[in-house]
């Protein structure tokens, strides 16, 4: 998702709540990895692993993260 501008953050809130707000509710450990840039805004990629994996969970924001850099 590409992040809102600040002054536009208000209107994306319910967009930006949805992709978090399931997995805290559920238990899965989540982490937002950067992953370039649109329109000179940054993007995020979302990860998701299951309760207990957060091991495995890092392990893959760390590849993503080197692969986008």
């Known amino acids: 998702m590409v992040a809102?501008?600040?002054?536009?953050?208000?209107?994306?809130?319910m967009s930006l709540?949805?992709?978090?707000?399931?997995?805290?509710?559920?238990?899965?450990?989540?982490?937002t990895v950067p992953c370039g840039t649109?329109?000179?805004l940054p993007v995020g990629l979302q990860l998701v692993a299951a309760p207990g994996r957060e091991d495995l969970l890092l392990a893959g924001a760390a590849l993503v993260e080197a692969a986008a850099l």
């Open 4 to 13: 809102p501008p600040a002054t536009d953050f208000a209107a994306y809130l």
């Open 17 to 31: 709540a949805r992709n978090a707000i399931p997995f805290s509710f559920v238990g899965f450990p989540a982490i």
């Open 38 to 40: 649109v329109g000179g």
